[in-house]
């Protein structure tokens, strides 16, 4: 196999990225091994005045392949770090000398132009490679670049933080280090990313251009001449130092100290901005290794990128002819409804929205506009795209419209007896291959599937809210639900480009099962009259989002009240005593109109115009503080350990089939812990016999709800990890 191709246009030698079998070019150990052999071949060759560096497909780069790296460590033996530091030091000697190309070392001459001309997309090590060439020339659209190592636990190590700290300063990079957003040409050129913006048909010409007029001068970095400084300041600079001082302490509101990668990003640019740039490549790199050896980036690695990617590629597919949608029907325009015909369309589905009346199901069609209004205006949209989506959605009161749609995607209210009258009025109209879905939180698909006719095509499609925003779409099996639906799910899911998880039916599923825990403790541990600061921040601590009482808030309390309710009514004598306190609490509150954030009052206190402005000073006066409060990392535990148990206890249960989507889904679906990898990821980080023990500490001292699941028992008697008996190169039953 080959992934890169030298041409000769005359005096320009055209190196062609074109990894073979890929739709989006990524970076292998032997496609590096072939650039930095191409280049050296148009280095040595006389008739060369100098080097474009393109592809041959639409888009430029999508970054290193990830599994290269874990290859790496894996034949590496007992020293996994010298191998990584000697791998990411061979990238750096390839791209350095894509920079200096050819230059004599004392007099900076004589070295030979390369230009990058990027046709789309450009990722990671793509846009390391760009940042190493001379000239940066990107092709005008809708494409994106950046360095976005950031949201996978990493940082750009194969010289793009070095590089591009030096090029702009350490104060303008470190929103787009830290940040990893993906730019549009136009701002990739205002951030410096690239140097020029030109028309797609134009892009290899002005590339070649310029290489052929290309002076000496025009090629040598900022850095490698003699009197360079650090704009904005060195780090023992007046300026400098101030800019350094601020960026740490963003860096740790940011991240809470639980992700290492951005603070090592950032100690790669203090340290290395005090050195010449070669030595701040090998301090690059030695941070960079450091981060790879963390567990947290392989964590995240793993989960955000290798697992991430493997669900969305259909890793649990059933097997069954595609069953791409072409058609569907939304039942209820309401905020739901809404989303989820609004995700439709902008996949280009045709969309039917139906409703009680015609007016609600034009006002589910108005979320619609108003967000392809708000595109437009920022420019993320054309009119163009924004009239399509229009036009894909049909408003409609009457459930004849439904003909011919080959998915239904019902999302009325959340009653047995309203989804039960809908599903037999809707398959008394649609063909008999349409498959019918219902979106709910709550309700067990196999009880609902009951009305219908068909149930093996019955499934539950569990959006979270808001649909357009969140990536995690939850597929629920009914006990009959059949392939063919499962597939169908699927297929839309990936359309509609977010990440599926596929689950048995049981109640609250896999993601509820475990959020409504973590909210429950952080409700009880107030009852107990732990300081709310001290819950809040010890789940922030954390790197959750939002802490329990914010997440309640946010979600409603009404919800809660209505959960705890219809909980309690299914599991009768069995529905756990030490509910109580939590209960009396979120009864109290609902009764009192401290709904949450809808209401303007909950666990927080809001202005007028709906802004926290604090916890509620009312909440002391229910539950007075104690005096001595509990250990941080005692709360942190209860808060973490009332998720994973739920976690382990779906997986033993077989509600959750593949660890993987355990993973993905918390991190997904309710922000759990992303630098941990999730649930199963985090006790193989702390070890089956130590979870088992904290276990045992906490159901001793805390209550039933903390006895360790009968599964992690044995694994830790076994010294067993779950990616290593149930990861997917394993057997399930393993």
């Known amino acids: 196999m080959t992934d890169f191709r030298m041409e000769k246009d005359g005096d320009v030698a055209v190196i062609t990225w074109d990894a073979e079998g890929r739709s989006m070019n990524v970076m292998t150990r032997a496609g590096f091994e072939e650039l930095d052999r191409l280049f050296d071949e148009a280095l040595g060759d006389e008739s060369v005045k100098g080097i474009v560096i393109t592809s041959a497909k639409k888009d430029f780069a999508g970054g290193m392949d990830l599994n290269v790296l874990a290859k790496v460590r894996e034949e590496a033996g007992d020293a996994p770090a010298q191998a990584l530091f000697d791998f990411t030091m061979s990238g750096h000697h390839a791209l350095r000398k894509i920079e200096r190309a050819g230059m004599d070392p004392k007099t900076n001459k004589g070295g030979k132009p390369v230009a ?54 350490a104060m303008q990079a470190a929103p787009v ?19 020029e913006v030109v028309a797609p048909e134009a ?45 740490s302490a963003m860096v740790h509101h940011q991240t809470q100290g639980v992700y290492p990668a951005a603070k090592a990003l950032l100690s790669a640019i ?43 590629k259909g890793a649990n597919r059933p097997e069954a002819p595609d069953q791409t949608v072409k058609k569907v029907g939304v039942l209820g325009a309401g905020m739901m409804g809404a989303g989820i015909a609004l995700v439709s369309a902008q996949a280009g589905i045709e969309v039917v929205l139906l409703d009680q009346s015609k007016e609600s199901a034009e006002k589910g069609k108005a979320y619609t506009a108003d967000f392809t209004a708000k595109g437009v205006k920022r420019g993320k949209t054309t009119q163009e795209k924004a009239d399509a989506m229009l036009a894909a959605i049909t408003p409609t009161d009457d459930v004849e419209d439904l003909k011919g749609c080959d998915l239904i995607v019902e999302a009325v209210f959340e009653d047995p007896g309203v989804k039960a009258e809908i599903t037999g009025r809707v398959e008394a109209v649609v063909g008999e291959d349409c498959i019918f879905a219902t979106n709910t939180s709550t309700l067990p698909i196999t009880d609902l599937a009951k009305a219908s006719k068909r149930p093996e095509q019955y499934i539950g499609i569990h959006f979270f809210s808001p649909v357009e925003k969140m990536a995690l779409v939850e597929i629920i099996k009914g006990k009959e639900t059949g392939d063919r639906a499962v597939a169908k799910a699927l297929d839309y899911v990936r359309q509609i480009r977010k990440t599926p998880i596929v689950v048995n039916d049981a109640r609250f599923f896999y993601a509820n099962r475990c959020i409504i825990p973590y909210l429950n403790e952080g409700a009880r541990l107030v009852t107990e ?42 599991m009768g004598d069995a529905y756990p005593a030490d509910m109580a306190p939590v209960d009396e609490l979120m009864f109290s509150m609902a009764d009192e109109g401290r709904l949450g954030r809808k209401a303007g009052a909950g666990f927080y206190a809001y202005d007028e115009k709906g802004k926290r402005t604090g916890l509620w000073s009312g909440l002391a006066e229910r539950h007075a503080p104690v005096s001595e409060q509990p250990d941080l990392q005692e709360v942190q535990h209860r808060l973490m350990f009332a998720q994973v148990l739920e976690a382990v206890r779906a997986l033993e249960e077989g509600v959750l089939m593949d660890i993987r989507e355990g993973d993905v889904g918390a991190i997904l679906g309710w922000g759990f812990a992303p630098w941990s990898g999730g649930p199963f ?11 088992a023990e904290r276990c045992d500490h906490l159901a001793s001292t805390y209550g039933e709800r903390f006895e360790c699941p009968a599964l992690l028992r044995e694994m830790a008697e076994k010294g067993q990890s779950f990616y290593g008996r149930f990861g997917p190169e394993e057997s399930a039953a393993a």
């Open 116 to 169: 990058c001309a990027i046709p789309g997309t450009s990722a990671g090590i793509g846009t390391e490679i760009a940042l190493a060439c001379h000239r940066r020339f990107m092709a005008d659209g809708k494409a994106k670049i950046g360095l976005p190592e950031i949201m996978v636990g990493l940082f750009p190590g194969s010289g793009g933080t070095t590089r591009y700290s030096r090029m702009v300063g």
């Open 177 to 195: 280090l830290l940040e990893g957003k993906m730019m549009d040409p136009k701002a990739a050129k205002n951030a410096q990313l690239v140097d």
């Open 203 to 247: 892009l290899l010409d002005a590339a070649k251009a310029w290489v052929r007029e290309a002076t000496d001068k025009d090629i040598v970095k900022p850095w490698d001449e003699k009197g360079w400084k650090m704009p904005g300041g060195a780090p023992y600079h007046p300026a400098g130092f101030m800019t350094f001082v601020g960026a």
């Open 270 to 312: 203090y340290e290395g901005a005090q050195v010449p740039f070669d030595t701040a490549l090998k301090i690059e790199a030695r941070w960079f290794t450091k981060v790879l050896m963390d567990p947290t980036s392989s964590a995240m690695i793993r989960s955000l990128f290798l697992n991430k990617q493997a669900l969305e």
């Open 529 to 570: 009259g732990v300081q709310p600061a001290l819950i809040e921040n010890a789940a922030k601590l954390l790197g959750f989002p939002l802490g329990p009482l914010q997440l309640i808030d946010e979600t409603s309390i009404d919800l809660a009240v209505k959960i705890s309710k219809a909980t309690k009514s299914a």
């Open 681 to 691: 990821s985090w006790l193989d980080m702390i070890g089956a016999p130590y979870a």
